[in-house]
């Protein structure tokens, strides 16, 4: 019985052990593709490289109850995914400025959709339907985005971005 | 003295707030994913929910599958599908339902730095029900 006991904490050390290692790598990783996104996205923002760039976004992303500047965090989302894209998106949203409305919109819509590239080659390598798994998933981020932002602008009418 | 920060500054400033993030909300449920999968307590789980996967139309060892995918991440599922040689409908349909719920635990850590912990706990159970939605509604299409 103490044997097993022992046997048992014995595992749950060295597991976790094993796990802080593969998670300092992952962290590792993660932060070895986001950081240099980051500082490159705080210098040009400075520049004013971006600046006006988002202007056409604007007419799309009405609809769903955002304002241009949240193209970034979105985009950063949908390509890199909420783990990798989360020091983007995260930092993003606080530097712009978006309201919690736009917040959780994006939140949402990225619940539905996001990393779209990495996800759907996981299974697709495994044989699935590419465009089987990315229609139901783009749809449903629309879907949830135009419906919150109906309701947005439902609850608080002449509402900016 | 200027004492507005550079580009560099600000980026430095987010990007070490960046790190502690990943090792405070991150790290830890990366760990707890770890451990749940290499227990063995995923797998005893799932063998719960073996019944209702004909729902989906899935053999009952995919709730294995969906299990991992959902506590740990899609590559686990990937390699646990990949064994039980699913039909290409199949895969499809764990690709919706897994493409919209998975990594649950570490993604709430980053849903909670966006959203706030209540709003982030609504959007992870969202997650799930709409990917188990989205899931049958799916297979019911490829029939």
């Not at chain 2, 405070?24 to 063998?47: F, N």
């Not at chain 2, 982030?120 to 899931?135: E, K, N, P, Q, S």
Request: proline share 4%; glycine share 12%; hydrophobic share 55%.
């Amino acid at each position: 019985m103490g044997g097993e006991h022992l046997s048992w904490i014995e595992w749950l050390g060295a597991q976790s052990l094993v796990a802080l290692g593969k998670g300092l790598v992952l962290c590792a990783e993660i932060a070895a593709v986001v950081l240099p996104l980051m500082i490159l996205y705080e210098v040009i923002e400075a520049r004013g490289i971006l600046k006006g760039s988002w202007k056409g976004a604007e007419r799309w992303l009405k609809p769903l109850g955002l304002g241009p500047r949240a193209i970034i965090p979105l985009m950063a989302g949908v390509w890199l995914g909420l783990l990798y894209g989360a020091g983007i998106v995260v930092a993003t949203s606080e530097r712009e400025g978006l309201d919690k409305r736009q917040r959780l919109s994006i939140a949402l819509m990225l619940a539905m959709c996001h990393a779209i590239v990495e996800d759907t080659a996981i299974f697709a390598v495994l044989g699935a339907s590419v465009i089987g798994i990315l229609l139901p998933r783009v749809a449903l981020a629309v879907m949830v985005g135009v419906m919150l932002g109906w309701w947005w602008a439902r609850t608080a009418p002449g509402r900016g971005s | 003295m200027n004492t507005t920060p550079t580009p560099f500054k600000s980026a430095l400033a987010r990007c070490g707030r960046f790190l502690l993030f990943l090792l405070r909300g991150v790290l830890p449920w990366y760990v707890a994913s770890h451990l749940l999968l290499t227990s063995g307590w995923l797998a005893k789980a799932a063998s719960h929910l073996g019944g209702f996967m004909d729902i989906w139309g899935l053999p009952p060892e995919a709730a294995a599958a969906v299990a991992a995918g959902m506590g740990a991440n899609l590559y686990a599922a990937a390699a646990v599908a990949a064994a039980l040689g699913l039909s290409w409908k199949q895969l499809t349909v764990m690709g919706v339902m897994l493409g919209v719920a998975h990594s649950l635990p570490v993604e709430h850590a980053v849903l909670v730095e966006l959203v706030g912990k209540a709003r982030a706990a609504a959007l992870t159970t969202t997650r799930i029900v709409v990917g188990a939605i989205a899931g049958w509604a799916v297979s019911i299409c490829l029939g």
